[in-house]
């Protein structure tokens, strides 16, 4: 039983981290779920990362956790001065 409680709940995380989301929506789970010690993501910063890396947005505007959270962890922690 506790396997298959497991199994769900990774299967609805998979699904929420691939969800297209706007810039917003992705500012905001990526704040509620990054530790305290990481640069905090904000509309403003998030366009500027946008801007720099635009061949990760082939769907337009949108976000989604899986592809972009661990790429702006990394460009926010060595561009702190957008952060």
């Known amino acids: 039983m506790l396997y298959h409680l497991k199994m769900k709940r990774n299967k609805a995380e998979l699904e929420i981290s691939q969800m297209q989301i706007s ?10 779920n990054i530790p305290a ?3 905090r993501a904000s509309v403003a ?8 890396h635009p061949a990760l947005f082939k769907n ?6 899986d592809q972009h959270r661990k790429r702006v962890i990394d460009w926010l922690c060595s561009n702190r001065e957008v952060a």
């Not at 929506?25 to 990526?30: C, P, V």
């Not at 910063?45 to 720099?52: D, M, S, W």
Request: no cysteine.
């Open 60 to 65: 337009g505007d949108m976000w989604s956790i």
């Open 45 to 52: 910063n998030l366009e500027k990362f946008q801007g720099t």
């Open 23 to 32: 810039i917003s929506e992705f500012a905001e789970f990526y704040n509620q």
């Open 37 to 39: 010690a990481f640069p």
